[in-house]
């Protein structure tokens, strides 16, 4: 590993060559060259949260929430360690293109270990669940996979969003999340912690909200006490995109966008997504930032991007070719990881399915066909997608079986036609659900219906949920086929918990990426058993739960919660302990507690 | 078959039995229930272009200009055999379940036989293309397959838009389209005349434009003079979907809805796709209309309904179960109609590919993973769609060819995310380009480039084209891989005439279907010739023809056009002619005499 304390001087050389106008311009997500001191371009902002996203082609990995209830350090590093791998990949064939655009750098943005605080939060899914201790056993294998162990950072990670974030999307930018020291300590902050001491992560991302009173991306509690002082963080930190701006415009904490600007930097904010320091040298000429300050920020940048190799044209990740995105190998992976993903949370003892048995199956649901269900957000573009009805089809075609499809519904409104009536396509699962020996139901949600605030297609929950229902259209679908099918399995895809509830055998698959059909068949037919377990409480009902904006953790997740949960956390069925109740079952015993090693989180399976 | 007299005399008895008011309500598409004389809810509007539309799970076959490039009556009837089995299977299933909704009968308004007359036509895709001989032959062929030849009309196919019904879909509503009478009677109104005579279809639409300053739907030379005296048509005729609307209030002709009722119904339109007949009633009181002209028109309607077997609950059709859509049998059928339908425009030798020469494989572009390039419009939706990636991914596999896939850019826009630079994905298109042996280029449009006035989508040129490019974005793409590919095959998945012009070879896949991605690396990998020709001529240019508005055929089609074609009518390479150019040439030759027997196409073919 390259020594950080070399880099710094060698950031500070080419920093004290730079004029404070060329520093102040450095500290922007979209930092211009200068051409005369030998710097490109360079844009910071890239994503790589289950995959390298929003750049093209990539490996879909299974979503956050769904790598996470692998439970599984080993593989979590594995696929961040690929991840890198295809990121570099990509830059190479793209800045040798004279690509130099968002979404293309080595900084990435991820993992997010925020603590899923809620389940009503609609970006839970990018989250490792709700334990503290299994984000940050997660988080820090994730960064060191981003990371490398080469002597140059193979991508530069990110902890974000520091710190106290769950929701709700709708009041994020004027948020203040109120949490007491116990909360801060014992849940919001070790994962973060994790991250920089033993993670190194090179880059930590402030919050929009508020923590407390303060604005996280000027919080001098969070960023110079906790993260700097106590924590000894020696990375950047970068701000969320256009949090800065919230500063004056929504928290009201400043006046003015020079204010804000100070405000951040002085608190060892160094970088910003957003547009808020272009009034960085009015801040100077007002007096409200000195140029020690500017300095101190360019520097921590330029170290970063030396640590990358990115001013080293022998750097050995240079040599990684284009082809080394999307290969089969990492294909593979994806799909091992899906199969490890998915939950099975009930079994009635029709799974695994007996293919002698089967004349014909019905594969019924709005997210039956779906690339959306299985992308979940903040990822990248698969060649691959296997959807649920493509990979059941492809076990069901080796078996002689016959395949019956029908959406059933749209994901959330009443019909799939403005001509029509409501419930257009029910008539059409009832027949193909009667016409079947068992019944698929995929449902669920995507991130059009559990997002981001702002994320185009929240047209029906604005982000966040409003309960731990899916959509009206989904229910009167299940209803319908509970009634008609002679055999039924529910698959859901979504990230957070939800109460589906009427299938005599239930997966939740997660959103599962590009493999995400292959690996649901082969657990429907036996081929491998389901391996999840959940990283989060199901709940019954949100009524169960205190108001979505109260932060305190009473009553919130498995450490806390005072009722009884729908799931516990920890929970998932296979099926050696049920298929062979005896001697196997220890067997199975045995495997879960190897694989939970060392983590709280397996002691929270019952 | 049914006699129709038999079933005319049955209709009359049950029509005396009913009110005027009761006559009335059944002159409308979504004709309600007369539940005191047995008579069921029916809603007339159903689809069924080149598979069940609308509906749910259907058999895709390719669009229908694609399906004219097939030139083979035979095999057009049997799909349009199969599209009747589906709807009956369906109607089945829905109607068992009480869905009797729109998309759900058996009077289907298929096909659309109007002439493209000019290739800016955003619907010219939904038609046979520009010759009245061979679009008569198909119509005729089509409606045999829809109508069956039981006891029963197998379904009740319908002959649109009648007539001289071409663009611009902006002015459709108030347009009069002006066409002598040799245009008119060689041109325009041949392929109805077959329908009507020869097919003996049971139901023609009428057209949303004037025709020589009458309104098609109330037209007394189309619809009586014509249609029913010349041609002795004795189905019933259907309004385009609120034409008589227009009356009023587009093409000003009259001056309220009992006027447009009056003048549809008086000329001997039936049955009103719309809401102007809930006036006929007032048009009754205000002295507009005869109750004889009211009967005249239910009578027709319900004899139509009784030719279905719709009130014999004996019917053979009864009997098709709800399994008997989407079945393999169907697909393959697909699979083969699309394999028949691609053109292969041109060849350098490139295709077809030989796989032991080839490692890497690019496919890159908007359309290569789309599936709203397999569809076309007036589509259903398939259960087993492979698109253009997955097509050649499976065969690449089984060669141990490595597959690379970028999107390239946007179908239309710039940019494929808003915070981007323009030609965000160039860069990757490019480094793949260059990575790979050989480039398949999958660009083209979609039916929201081209497609009906109204469409959703319809964003890039509202329904019609502006010109015979495919969009600027792919357009660059195409600079760029001409530039780094080793060698280059565009694939256009489209429905019209485009000049695309800068690969080695050159396919055009027309929007082919479900099976499009599986009849196209067929066609590459050389298990299968292309076999398509071109329905229609291709020009260089629009400006080598007459303005869009101008409905006369001087200086249009291969039968007037006086320019030099990029393409002429009836055009398509094979690999069997210019593979082996010398015995088997005669053999090439042998197989285009046998495909085209009988029909003026083929003579049109060089």
Same mark, same amino acid.
């Given at each position: ?102 979404? +293309? ?104 909200? @508020? ?128 199969? +490890? ?180 068949? @082969? ?84």
């Amino acid at each position: 590993m390259r020594n950080r304390n070399e880099a710094r001087k060698e950031a500070e050389a080419l920093v004290s060559r730079m004029t404070t106008e060329e520093k102040a311009s450095q500290l922007k997500y979209n930092a211009p060259a200068i051409p005369r001191l030998g710097i490109p371009a360079y844009n910071w902002w890239n994503e790589v949260l289950h995959g390298v996203a929003r750049a093209g082609t990539a490996t879909v990995f299974p979503q956050a929430i769904g790598l996470a209830a692998i439970f599984d350090e080993e593989m979590h590093e594995e696929i961040a360690t690929v991840i890198a791998e295809e990121a570099r990949a990509k830059y190479n064939g793209q800045s040798a293109h004279g690509d130099r655009d968002i979404y +293309k750098g080595l900084t990435v943005w991820s993992p997010n270990i925020n603590i899923f605080r809620d389940p009503r939060w609609g970006r839970g899914h990018e989250t490792y669940g709700e334990d503290p201790y299994l984000t940050s056993r997660l988080g820090v294998r994730f960064i060191r996979g981003l990371q490398g162990d080469g002597k140059y950072l193979k991508t530069a990670a990110c902890a974000k969003h520091f710190a106290v974030h769950s929701g709700p999307e709708a009041l994020r930018h004027s948020f203040d999340a109120r949490a007491d020291r116990k909360d801060l300590f014992e849940t919001y902050l070790p994962a973060f912690e994790a991250a920089v001491k033993e993670g190194e992560v090179e880059s930590v991302m402030g919050a929009y909200n @508020r923590v407390n009173g303060e604005p996280a991306c000027g919080s001098k509690t969070l960023l110079k006490d906790i993260l700097r002082d106590q924590w000894g963080f020696r990375g950047h930190v970068v701000s969320d995109c256009w949090a800065i701006r919230d500063f004056h415009v929504n928290h009201h904490v400043t006046g003015t966008a020079p204010e804000s600007a100070a405000l951040a930097i002085h608190n060892g904010c160094d970088l910003n997504c957003g547009n808020t320091y272009l009034h960085m040298m009015q801040a100077v000429q007002e007096g409200l930032v000195s140029e020690e300050e500017i300095t101190r920020a360019c520097v921590r940048l330029m170290t970063t991007r030396i640590l990358l190799g990115l001013f080293d044209e022998n750097c050995a990740y240079n040599a990684i070719p284009v082809t080394a995105t999307d290969t089969d190998a990492h294909a593979d992976l994806a799909q091992r990881a899906a199969e +490890k993903s998915m939950v099975l949370l009930k079994n009635d003892g029709v799974l695994p399915l007996d293919p002698e048995k089967i004349r014909t199956i019905a594969v019924i649901g709005p997210n039956a066909d779906s690339i959306p269900a299985l992308e979940g957000n903040y990822n990248g573009t698969s060649s691959r997608y296997v959807t649920f009805l493509e990979g059941i089809r492809a076990c069901a075609r080796a078996h002689g079986i016959r395949v019956l499809y029908s959406l059933g519904c749209h994901l959330f409104k009443d019909r799939t036609s403005n001509l029509a009536q409501a419930d257009d396509r029910l008539a059409e699962a009832a027949m193909y659900a009667e016409a079947a020996d068992v019944t698929v139901a995929c449902v669920g949600l995507d991130a059009g219906l559990e997002g981001e605030e702002g994320d185009t297609g929240n047209e029906f929950f604005s982000g966040d949920k409003k309960d731990l229902l899916i959509p009206e259209s989904q229910r009167k679908l299940l209803a319908v086929l509970r009634e008609r099918a002679k055999k039924l399995v529910t698959v859901t895809a979504a990230g957070s918990s939800l109460n589906v509830g009427v299938g005599d055998a239930e997966i939740f698959a997660w959103y599962p990426g590009q493999a995400g059909g292959t690996a649901l068949a @082969r657990i429907l037919f036996g081929e491998v058993s389901p391996g999840g377990k959940l990283p989060l409480t199901f709940y019954r009902d949100v009524s169960d739960l205190p108001p979505f904006e109260d932060y305190s953790m009473k009553n919130r997740t498995y450490r806390y919660f005072e009722g009884v949960p729908l799931y516990p956390f920890g929970y998932g069925l296979s099926y050696t302990a049920f298929a062979v109740p005896d001697a196997s079952a220890e067997e199975g015993r045995v495997k879960v507690t190897v694989k939970n090693t060392g983590e709280r989180a397996g002691d929270a399976v019952v």
